[in-house]
Nanobody
Framework: QVYLVESGGGPVQAGGSLTLSCAAS?????????????VGWFRQSPGAGNDREFV??????????IYGDSVNGRFTISRDDAQRTVYLKMDNLKAEDTAVYTC????????????????WGQGNQVTVSS
């Protein structure tokens, strides 16, 4: 089992930057385990119902990352091994980036689909204003 806790959300001005954190823990999760998991970020926009949009995913073995078309070139995934934490740095934020952001984890490769992931965070509100 792996448990995820998100932080760093809140209000931000359009054109600004914000970084979300996703800390991992669990009875069998260690720093060495970090390399064998992939992380995904999804978001739920206002008026989108229960549907989540794919934002980004990272596979640490091979150092491979993928991003959704709407955020490509503006968002970046990174990690801190000592803190067992993954970060999503969001630059040049736009009003349409306003959403509840959620991190997810899976054992295996990067993935774009929600059903591929086995653990989820609680969700983190990001509000972009002009």
């Amino acid at each position: 089992q792996v448990y995820l806790v998100e932080s760093g959300g809140g209000p931000v001005q359009a054109g600004g930057s914000l970084t979300l954190s996703c800390a991992a823990s669990g009875p069998t999760f260690t720093t060495d385990s970090f390399n064998y998991y992939s992380v995904g970020w999804f978001r739920q926009s206002p008026g989108a119902g229960n549907d989540r949009e794919f934002v980004a995913s990272a596979q640490w073995i091979g150092n491979y990352t993928i991003y959704g078309d709407s955020v490509n070139g503006r968002f970046t995934i990174s990690r801190d091994d000592a803190q067992r934490t993954v970060y999503l740095k969001m630059d040049n934020l736009k009003a349409e980036d306003t959403a509840v952001y959620t991190c997810a984890a899976r054992r295996g490769t990067y993935a774009r689909l929600e059903r591929s992931y086995e653990a989820w965070g609680q969700g983190n509100q990001v509000t972009v204003s002009s």
